[in-house]
């Protein structure tokens, strides 16, 4: 009888683990992430030196880049929101955008 109760217990202690993995793997993400951000901000920012003199073709780049991540300006607004809220995060997207930055430069030299 003792070995039932262990095995029963044993069993829901697997499907437990089982539906908060589940659970965690298939959720709606709650929003944008920080890579996705600063990749979105470093396409953003390039496209804003490369077209500064031509503002049409800035707005198309800009909802072009928009488009391909699949992304609105309204997510990019929350994410800053998300982040002025604790404001020391801020420091390690900045760090990642400078580099990022860095290193497309140097490959299009």
């Known amino acids: 009888m003792a070995s039932r109760t262990k095995l029963f217990i044993i069993g829901g202690l697997i499907l ?15 929003g944008l992430s920080e890579d996705e ?4 901000y ?3 920012s390039m496209a804003s030196e490369m077209f500064a003199p031509d503002t049409l ?6 909802k072009r880049v928009y488009e391909a991540a699949e992304v609105t300006q309204d997510e ?3 994410f800053v929101k998300r982040y002025n809220q604790k404001p020391d995060r801020w420091a390690r997207v900045w760090k990642k955008i400078v580099e990022k930055l860095e290193q497309r430069r140097q490959d299009l030299k």
């Open 16 to 30: 437990c683990i089982l539906v908060f993995f589940l659970i965690h793997v298939f959720r709606s993400p709650s």
């Open 37 to 40: 951000f600063v990749e979105i």
């Open 42 to 44: 470093v396409q953003l």
């Open 57 to 62: 073709k800035l707005k198309e780049e800009k």
């Open 76 to 78: 990019i607004d929350d």
